[in-house]
């Protein structure tokens, strides 16, 4: 088991060499739409790549409806393992619209040996997340 300080350094040393090892400006929160952001997920249990659609309901609903439309071009085109979630509750209890693709494998931040893989995935996955929100991004604005 580790102390919050060694869990919190482990964090740290993860980013900042996932950082090191893929440079690269990522889109995240810069999306230009309010409450659309991209996110990378890595805990002690699993690693997945999101988009998270969390602003009021009336947007959350519109962005999600758009979202929806392009399901299919989104799975067939870029990332078939990704997961539609309309009603997502965060660990905190707050509700957002989420698509994310988790990795299927047994990771965990706290091991370095799970470092690379999760680093690969993270790379290819939301750089293919990026490459559908550059090719539609007119679609969902509108």
Same mark, same amino acid.
């Given at each position: 088991?580790? $102390?919050?300080?060694?869990?919190?350094? #482990?964090?740290? !040393?993860? @980013?900042?060499?996932?950082?090191? $090892?893929?440079?690269?400006? @990522? !889109?995240?929160?810069?999306?230009?739409?309010?409450? &659309?952001?991209?996110?990378?997920?890595?805990?002690?249990?699993?690693? !997945?790549?999101?988009?998270?659609?969390? *602003? +009021?309901?009336? %947007?959350?609903?519109?962005?999600?409806?758009?979202?929806?439309?392009?399901?299919?071009?989104?799975?067939?085109?870029?990332?078939?393992?990704?997961?539609?979630?309309? *009603? &997502?509750?965060?660990? %905190?209890?707050?509700?957002?619209?989420?698509?994310?693709?988790? #990795? %299927? *494998?047994?990771? $965990?931040?706290?091991?370095?040996?799970? @470092?690379?893989?999760?680093?690969?995935?993270?790379?290819?996955?939301? $750089? #293919?997340?990026?490459? &559908?929100?550059?090719?539609?991004? +007119?679609?969902?604005?509108?």
């Amino acid at each position: 088991m580790f $102390s919050k300080e060694e869990s919190r350094q #482990l964090r740290e !040393l993860f @980013w900042t060499s996932f950082g090191k $090892s893929f440079p690269r400006k @990522w !889109l995240l929160y810069n999306t230009k739409i309010k409450g &659309f952001s991209f996110k990378f997920y890595f805990d002690t249990k699993s690693a !997945l790549v999101a988009l998270d659609v969390e *602003e +009021d309901l009336e %947007n959350r609903i519109k962005y999600w409806e758009k979202l929806e439309s392009l399901k299919s071009i989104l799975k067939d085109d870029y990332l078939p393992e990704a997961i539609f979630e309309e *009603e &997502f509750i965060l660990e %905190n209890g707050k509700e957002i619209s989420r698509i994310y693709v988790p #990795l %299927n *494998e047994k990771v $965990s931040i706290h091991n370095k040996n799970s @470092w690379q893989i999760v680093m690969t995935f993270f790379n290819e996955n939301m $750089s #293919l997340f990026e490459a &559908f929100f550059e090719d539609f991004k +007119d679609v969902i604005k509108d």
